[in-house]
């Protein structure tokens, strides 16, 4: 079974920088695509990134192409996203994601999910 724990939200000014770290545990870290995604309550869950097995192939949303970086550290079995130039809309409780899927940076169809945590921008 496979196992996700998130770390490193918190509060921080606009303008400033997070890191979240993803800790998978139960299958092959490199044969799962791996993703983040935000929600903010009362509203949808929302694709921020995703990341194929090997590290090669990322895609990110628009909102936040420019600003933030998805990677992963096989041998860690880690996921991270380097979140740069905060905006108080960034706000949300932020998600990793794991599907089976080999090399593909998949925006779908993620079963595995972790707890989530939360982000906060202020102003």
């Known amino acids: 079974q496979v196992e996700l724990v998130e770390s490193g939200g918190g509060l921080v000014q606009a303008g400033g920088s997070l890191r979240l770290s993803c800790v998978f545990s139960?299958?092959?870290?490199?044969?799962?695509?791996m993703g983040w995604f935000r929600q903010v309550p009362g509203e949808d869950r929302e694709f921020v990134a995703a990341?194929?097995?090997?590290?090669?192939?990322?895609d990110y949303a628009d909102s936040v192409k420019g600003r933030f970086t998805i990677s992963r550290d096989n041998a860690k079995n880690t996921v991270y996203l380097q979140m740069n130039s905060l905006r108080p809309e960034d706000t949300a409780v932020y998600y990793c994601?794991?599907?089976?899927?080999?090399?593909?940076?998949?925006?779908?169809?993620?079963?595995?999910w972790g707890q989530g945590t939360q982000v906060t921008v202020s102003s």
């Open positions: 994601a794991a599907q089976y899927s080999g090399d593909y940076a998949s925006r779908n169809g993620y079963g595995y």
């Open positions: 139960g299958r092959t870290f490199s044969t799962y695509a």
């Open positions: 990341i194929g097995g090997s590290g090669r192939n990322t």
